[in-house]
T-cell receptor, first 111, second 113 residues
Framework: QKEVEQNSGPLSVPEGAIASLNCTYS??????FFWYRQYSGKSPELIMS????GDKEDGRFTAQLNKASQYVSLLIRDSQPSDSATYLC???????????FGTGTRLKVLA | DADVTQTPRNRITKTGKRIMLECSQT?????MYWYRQDPGLGLRLIYY???????NKGEISDGYSVSRQAQAKFSLSLESAIPNQTALYFC????????????FGPGTRLTVL
């Protein structure tokens, strides 16, 4: 069973701090990794995609991928109360055309 | 305009009724997906489609059916709605090979009484 695992949280960080969200996956052949932000009652919004080992930065967001250890992480710098949401990690399963989602980590940024 | 749209956005219905949820996309993606989301259970795949002739069951397809009317349209039907189908339903597209980014519609909140 291919799985994606995340700590459900809540992860609480003070405003201005760095929030670090982690995700592990079981399928070694996975090639595409995604982070989504989901506000309560709303749809998932794609915020980062990463395909190769290392870091990828986009504004205040940095995604990190380590295929050898099978984990992907998301760093949010200068966290704002508006970043408070659930963050979903997703892995694309090649050959199946399916996306495997974690159950999400709830982030709370305290003003 | 939104790239992926869903109608209706909210629906309350009664047990036994037939319901259709519709999804349209302007992203030009071949792949389309239907998910449901329940609190604490995450996103679960109902059906997915590569094109109008290729439809595949996901992990929880029982009680649901789909129709891919065109590349841009993918509808989900509940033939005889039951209360445990109360959930948030999302349509999504699957992107360009190599990037594979998936984009979601705004969702339909369905309540079955």
């Amino acid at each position: 069973q291919k799985e994606v695992e995340q700590n459900s949280g809540p992860l609480s960080v003070p405003e201005g701090a760095i929030a670090s969200l982690n995700c592990t996956y079981s399928d070694r052949v996975s090639q595409s990794f995604f982070w989504y932000r989901q506000y309560s009652g709303k749809s998932p919004e794609l915020i980062m995609s990463i395909y190769s080992n290392g870091d990828k930065e986009d504004g205040r967001f940095t995604a990190q991928l380590n295929k050898a250890s099978q984990y992907v992480s998301l760093l949010i710098r200068d966290s704002q109360p508006s970043d408070s949401a659930t963050y979903l990690c997703a892995v694309y399963a090649p050959g199946t055309y399916k996306y495997i989602f974690g159950t999400g980590t709830r982030l709370k940024v305290l003003a | 305009d939104a790239d992926v749209t869903q109608t209706p956005r909210n629906r309350i219905t009664k047990t036994g009724k037939r319901i259709m949820l519709e999804c349209s996309q302007t992203k030009g993606h071949d792949r389309m997906y239907w998910y449901r989301q329940d609190p604490g259970l995450g996103l679960r795949l109902i059906y997915y489609s590569f094109d109008v002739k290729d439809i595949n069951k996901g992990e929880i397809s029982d009680g649901y059916s789909v129709s891919r009317q065109a590349q841009a349209k993918f509808s989900l039907s509940l033939e005889s709605a039951i209360p445990n189908q109360t959930a948030l339903y999302f349509c999504a597209t699957g992107g360009i090979a190599g990037l594979n980014e998936q984009f979601f519609g705004p969702g339909t909140r369905l309540t079955v009484l």
